[in-house]
């Protein structure tokens, strides 16, 4: 019972460096989702996608990049990595008015 | 006013106790319900869903009153291993109206003391 993956757990990056964060699930969601979380603050949602081939921006989607080739994945992309991009990132998915299933997180820190 | 408002607290409360809290939403079409827990730097997880006549899992209680577009959540006899944050959770659409996106409230911090 895998669930939703998420890869790496943790990551030092330098600014202006890139990596991808990857997101995969094996219960065939259409749904899939991106969040990063501050400490002490809510989730926000950066990207998410209702199947695959179709992703669009949630709120904090500036400095990110995803995409939904096949229905399992939902890599996130940082390009120019940003000192405001150090965050814990969550991914999730679901199917049809169910709830999300959350992987373990990512945490990133960019010095 | 947010879609998803919940009280961030925190709810400081004795073991054993009872506490409750509530979460107002603004989409009076909002279809289905969820409270999630999030334990410090870990991931959120499914508490329970909350069904429109009202449900219960053990020592917790989750209401829904559309009249008022607030759900409430009750937990007995507190324990220790209760304290976490509690994430109110609304799907505002279902159905080929359904956007795919979940409005999360910000959450309400439960702390139980010995």
């Known amino acids: 019972n895998a669930g939703v993956t998420q890869t790496p757990k943790f990551r030092i990056l330098k600014i202006g460096q890139s990596m991808t964060l990857q997101c995969t699930q094996d219960m065939n969601h259409n749904y899939m989702y991106w969040y990063r979380q501050d400490p002490g603050m809510g989730l926000k949602l950066i990207y998410y996608s209702v199947g695959a081939g179709i992703t669009d921006k949630g709120e904090v989607p500036n400095g990110y990049n995803v995409s939904r080739s096949t229905t399992e994945d939902f890599p996130l992309r940082l390009e120019l990595a940003a000192p405001s991009q150090t965050s814990v990132y969550f991914c999730?998915?679901?199917?049809?008015?169910?709830?999300?299933?959350f992987g373990d997180g990512t945490r990133l820190s960019i010095l | 006013r947010k879609e998803v408002e919940q009280d961030p607290g925190p709810f400081n409360v004795p073991e054993g106790a009872t506490v409750a809290f509530n979460c107002t939403y603004s989409n009076s079409a909002s279809q289905s319900f969820f409270w999630y827990r999030q334990d410090c730097r870990k991931e959120p997880k499914l508490l329970m869903s909350?069904?429109?006549s009202g449900n219960e899992d053990g020592r917790f209680t989750a209401q829904l009153n559309r009249a008022s577009q607030y759900i409430s959540l009750l937990i007995r006899d507190s324990k220790l291993s209760d304290s976490a944050t509690y994430l109110c959770?609304?799907?505002?659409?279902?159905?080929?109206?359904?956007?795919?996106?979940?409005?999360f409230g910000q959450g309400t911090t439960l702390q139980v003391k010995p």
């Open positions: 909350v069904y429109s």
């Open positions: 999730a998915s679901r199917t049809n008015d169910q709830p999300q299933h």
């Open positions: 959770v609304v799907n505002p659409s279902m159905g080929s109206s359904n956007t795919g996106k979940l409005i």
